[in-house]
């Protein structure tokens, strides 16, 4: 039995510790904000906060998580996750919508790291995060928004 903090609530899980942490958050935690897409931590849809830093849950044991906070996209709720969640939407980012919420997790991310991202530091801090319908320049564009909002 683990005991996972996500999103600030406390979960008792009896799964095995080698788990990878996306299926304890969407199968038995019920969050199902946090996609699954390959499985090999190269495309980011996975991608949540474990002690405030953007990991891939599809590699990441349920083990590792033990004893530390998670956050998914349903839990996000910091200045940065606001500011990019207005910009994702006043842009208009959102096309199929599958990668989005690892896009953002990886955003704030970096936001929070370097409030003012230059082009390149975006596109290095989302280049493990694969849009398939290519609204790059809508992300690029709603992370630099959310920065000056934040500014």
């Known amino acids: 039995m683990l005991t996972l903090t996500i999103n600030g609530a406390e979960h008792r899980l009896d799964v095995d510790p080698d788990m990878p942490l996306l299926w304890a958050i969407r199968d038995h935690a019920g ?3 946090t996609k699954y897409g390959c499985g090999m931590s190269q495309c980011g849809a996975c991608t949540v906060h474990l002690d405030g830093k953007a990991v891939r ?18 839990g996000l709720d910091s200045a940065a996750g606001r500011a990019l969640q207005a910009a994702w939407e006043k842009l208009d980012v959102v096309q199929c919508g599958y990668c989005q919420s690892g896009q953002i997790m990886s955003a704030v991310d970096l936001l929070t790291r370097n409030p003012d991202p230059t082009d390149s530091d975006i596109t290095t801090a989302l280049s493990g995060n694969i849009c398939r319908c290519g609204t790059y320049v809508r992300i690029r564009a709603a992370i630099k928004a959310a920065s000056r909002a934040l500014g």
């Open 57 to 74: 849950s599809c590699v990441t044991p349920v083990s590792a998580a033990a004893g530390k906070s998670v956050t998914t996209i349903e």
């Open 31 to 33: 969050l199902t904000g």
